[in-house]
């Protein structure tokens, strides 16, 4: 890089968001990565919710999102990234709108077990125009799928980078969000302070 960022005190904020369907990883991924004590949203699963929501391979799980998870990570000193973690029961999905407003891009989390239930997440995305990228959150005891197999089970497009994450690692996290940073750079129209490609 060759710009510097020393002479400004006030990193650039981006703010990201973490999507993905019910139970994937949304609310571990964000307190793994952050910086600053996460703000998160629970609420206890309700007996109603066993009804609608798949817990398969959660069965432990005993909380949901309601509103969002906040979370918080220098990427360098010029660039802090703000993470939004949205909620994934349908239920709560009206957020997601809001959530959306002024964010830069997405990390899409998906569970190779429960693959559809990231489409909703990827349509949103494709939709609005946001750049965004698939990260496959890898359970214990799930099969592991190539990221290309998974990129033509969701039909995605060739340019959306398809990596491999656990959301409860801080350092896989991390590598995630860089990865979402640099496709999101890459793609941006114009980002003259890393001297992108014209
Ligand atoms: N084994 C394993 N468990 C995980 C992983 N990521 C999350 N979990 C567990 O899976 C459960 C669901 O994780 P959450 O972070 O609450 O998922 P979420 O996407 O925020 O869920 P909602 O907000 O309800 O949609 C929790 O019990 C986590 O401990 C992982 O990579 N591996
Ligand atoms: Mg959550």
Redesign the pocket.
Known sequence: MDYDDSSDPFPTALKILIA????????????AVSEIAPLST?EL?TTVSEGT?DLT??E??????VAM?FGRITLDPGHVLYLF?????ERFWFMWDELSEGALGAVV?ADTRRLEDCFAAVDFFEQRGMGFIVAI?????GYRYEPEEVRSAIDLDPRVPVVR?????SSSGIATLLTLVKHLLAHAPAAPSYGAHT
């Open positions: 993905g369907g019910f139970g994937v990883g949304k609310t571990t991924f964000t307190g629970e699963l929501d391979g959660v432990n799980k005993t909380t949901t999102t998870d973690g949205t909620p994934g029961q989390l959150n890898e359970f214990d005891g994450c656990d959301a409860r690692i």
